[in-house]
Nanobody, 125 residues
């Protein structure tokens, strides 16, 4: 069964950068679209970005456009989320999940499965 694993979270000052990684244990991500979501305390889980299986299509939430970049390396079975110019409001637990699609119309929770356990991102001075 597909199980995704996130890593790369941590504490960073406002304006700083982090790169999150997502991989799968014993399963190839090559044929899956992958999405990144985040959930802050007391808030609903929200979609951040997704990438199609080939990497040719990406989608970003308005709140992160121009600051976050999603990419993938299928040879390494990895998906990355480069986060620059981080703001305190970016602080959350970040999750990756798999899907058959990366829609141009936004990330819908119900389209994604095989969620990881999440990695904490804290943005604070």
């Amino acid at each position: 069964q597909l199980q995704l694993v996130e890593s790369g979270g941590g504490l960073v000052q406002p304006g700083g950068s982090l790169r999150l990684s997502c991989t799968a244990s014993g399963f190839s991500l090559e044929y899956s679209s992958i999405g990144w979501f985040r959930q802050a305390p007391g808030k609903e889980r929200e979609g951040v970005s997704c990438i199609s299986s080939s990497g040719s299509r990406t989608n970003y939430a308005d709140s992160v456009k121009g600051r976050f970049t999603i990419s993938r390396d299928n040879a390494k079975n990895m998906v990355y989320l480069q986060m620059n110019s981080l703001k305190p409001q970016d602080a959350a637990i970040y999750y990756c999940a798999a899907s058959s699609v990366c829609s141009d119309y936004g990330l819908q929770l119900e389209d994604f499965h095989s969620w990881g356990q999440g990695t904490q991102v804290t943005v604070s001075s």
